[in-house]
């Protein structure tokens, strides 16, 4: 299918690129909604709102996007709209959102990626093609930076696509390795890691709904476990959920905890543990804990994501970060 020739694929691309920044600021804070952005532009290409879906409850992107354009006073001028996920066409909290893109000027829909509730899936672009809207997939636009974004948009969604199809939390696996092989900081220190591998470490952290640990983790550091290096737009607890088998967590560390906004538990094992979290919403869940435990988790075959900091070879230099997928399609 051809572009328009003032939609330019580079603007198409732009766009994304901006939709799914909106979209990653609120990854960790819409459970059990996953997050998603919005941007509208008019019929030169010219932006006219940027938003994103911020919690479960509130507006979702497109109908905030389309909003911020009626407050501004371009409501007229709305002529299209990249979304990062699939409009939605059914009723839950909040209306549909195919619903507010039709009570617009709209003409085309630009879309990441399909919506993977397979309950769902394809109902919000059929709908919208049916009613006489160009419905557009990200995929199909020829630019060399096409494939990484939906790629990005992929991974965004990817804990609520795993908890759609099998109703379990994504478990993300945070690995530090340092020069020697190991995880142990040197005397005196907490981290042997870069500022930018802490900065990595606490998005992950912000993003994720639980934090799993061990016992063995809190007795040695008496971790704090909470988002400092980036902003935190969680509007709820998050949980800390310590494998604990025998009861080894001092008192005062788990009301020290509380204090400090999480909800804490104690487990005897994985597996139920990831069952008892994906009861209680939780999409994502990071894995923050020695190399014993982190061992057997890798055993498990539960986790989704590995990311692994290796410690830069010299002072200054740059960290390592590998990322790891447990099955092929997650990658």
């Not at 879906?53 to 507006?59: I, L, M």
């Not at 900065?199 to 704090?224: F, N, Q, W």
């Not at 009861?247 to 990831?274: C, K, M, N, Q, W």
Request: charged share 20%.
């Amino acid at each position: 299918m051809m572009i328009d020739a003032i939609l330019s694929p580079a603007r198409v691309i732009q766009g994304f690129s901006d939709a799914l920044a909106a979209a990653e600021a609120y990854a960790g804070a819409t459970a059990p909604n996953p997050p998603v952005g919005c941007v509208v532009l008019d019929a030169a290409g010219e932006t006219l709102a940027v938003a994103a879906h911020q919690r479960a409850g509130q507006a979702h992107a497109e109908a905030a996007a389309l909003a911020a354009c009626r407050e501004r006073g371009a409501a007229a001028r709305i002529d299209t709209l990249l979304v990062t996920l699939e409009p939605c066409n059914h009723h839950g909290r909040t209306p549909p959102c195919v619903e507010a893109i039709l009570a617009s000027p709209a003409r085309t829909v630009w879309i990441a990626v399909r919506d993977p509730n397979l309950a769902v899936a394809g109902g919000g672009a059929a709908r919208l093609e049916a009613a006489g809207l160009e419905v557009r997939f990200l995929s199909d636009l020829a630019h060399p930076e096409a494939s990484d974004l939906v790629r990005r948009a992929r991974r965004l969604i990817a804990p609520f696509a795993l908890w759609a199809r099998e109703g379990r939390p994504w478990l993300t696996i945070k690995q530090a390795i340092n020069r020697q092989g190991d995880m142990i900081p040197p005397p005196g220190a907490s981290t042997f890691t870069s500022e930018t591998s802490l900065t990595l470490a606490h998005d992950l952290r912000r993003r994720a709904d639980a934090i799993i640990t061990g016992s063995g983790t809190v007795l040695a550091d008496a971790p704090a476990f909470t988002v400092r290096r980036t902003p935190d737009p969680r509007p709820f607890a998050r949980r800390l959920a310590i494998l604990d088998r025998r009861r080894r967590t001092p008192g005062d560390y788990i009301a020290a905890a509380e204090g400090r906004g999480f909800r804490v538990s104690l487990h005897d094992a994985l597996p139920s543990l990831v069952s008892e979290l994906a009861a209680d919403g939780v999409l994502e869940a990071l894995v923050e804990c020695g190399p014993t435990l982190l061992a057997s988790v890798l055993e498990t075959g539960l986790w989704d994501e590995h990311v692994v900091i290796r410690q830069a070879a010299r002072a200054g230099d740059a960290d390592h970060i590998e990322r790891f997928a447990r099955t092929a399609d997650q990658a």
